[in-house]
């Protein structure tokens, strides 16, 4: 009697499919990307993690700093009875995948004082750089052509749970209500933050979430752009040599 494929989900079952036919035709294994373009993922820390859970389950061997270093260690015919079943599943494979946004991370956020902001600042990632939510983990089903991601630099927000490394899902506006958490732009000072917006009689309040830190003024409002309203924030995962 066939052993189940020992705890393999269906990306991980397209990934082996497309290592070995590429493997195949080629002689050499897939980069990162091509893995992610074959498999329908954009991002490339995604696909990584995939692998990673490869590695651990000993279907592949990877030199992790080494382009193209990948090699199957199961057996082919192991690799064929994977195929055959992911091309069975092929359109739950796809229906899944569209339950997912994938969000374009445009760059740095200061949740600390205010800094210059480099010209670089909304280009710094990878033009094709993304994070990946399942719509289910949002507050409301945003639209995702609304959101983008910014990693966060700083603590002054830590009491709101966000740490320096964290990325924020924000939601593309130029308005917001008194309590929201914003990122804006101070035009005068070419500057750029992370704070809680509070609209005051004659300035705006920005608020930092750190008992250590004091709010900052605004007294021109003009000055001023919101650029967008925090939806949700992924934390970063910190990982420790074994």
């Given at each position: 009697m066939a052993r189940k494929s020992e705890?393999?989900?269906?990306?991980?079952?397209?990934i082996m499919q497309?290592?070995?036919q590429?493997?195949?035709?080629?002689?050499?294994?897939p980069s990162i990307r091509e893995i992610g373009e074959a498999i329908g993922v954009k991002s490339t820390s995604l696909v990584?993690?995939?692998?990673?859970q490869l590695v651990k389950k000993d279907?592949?061997?990877?030199?992790?700093?080494?382009?193209?270093?990948?090699?199957?260690?199961?057996?082919?015919?192991?690799?064929?009875?994977?195929?055959?079943?992911?091309?069975e599943n092929i359109s739950q494979v796809r229906s899944a995948i569209d339950e997912l946004f994938s969000i374009p991370v445009l760059g740095r956020i200061v949740a600390s004082e205010p800094i210059p902001m480099?010209?670089?600042?909304?280009?710094?990632?990878?033009?094709?750089?993304?994070?990946?939510?399942?719509?289910?983990?949002?507050?409301?089903?945003?639209?995702?052509?609304?959101l983008f991601a910014l990693e966060v630099q700083g603590d002054s927000m830590i009491d709101a749970m966000i740490?320096?490394?964290?990325?924020?899902?924000?939601?593309s506006s130029n308005q917001a209500e008194n309590g929201e958490m914003v990122a804006v732009w101070l035009d005068d000072k070419d500057e750029t933050t992370l704070k809680y917006f509070y609209?005051?009689?004659?300035?705006?309040?920005?608020?930092?979430?750190?008992?250590?830190?004091?709010?900052i003024y605004v007294e021109n409002p003009a000055s001023l752009r919101i650029m967008g309203k925090v939806v949700m924030v992924i934390r970063k995962i910190k990982s420790y040599a074994a």
């Open positions: 705890g393999l989900g269906k990306r991980h079952k397209m497309f290592l070995g590429f493997q195949t035709e080629n002689g050499y294994s990584d993690y995939y692998l990673k279907y592949i061997s990877r030199e992790q700093h080494i382009s193209r270093s990948i090699c199957i260690k199961k057996p082919l015919e192991a690799a064929r009875q994977v195929a055959t079943r992911v091309t480099p010209s670089s600042d909304v280009s710094y990632f990878d033009p094709e750089s993304s994070v990946e939510i399942a719509r289910s983990l949002l507050p409301t089903r945003e639209q995702a052509e609304e740490n320096d490394g964290d990325l924020v899902i924000m939601k609209k005051e009689p004659n300035r705006i309040r920005l608020q930092p979430a750190n008992p250590s830190m004091g709010p």
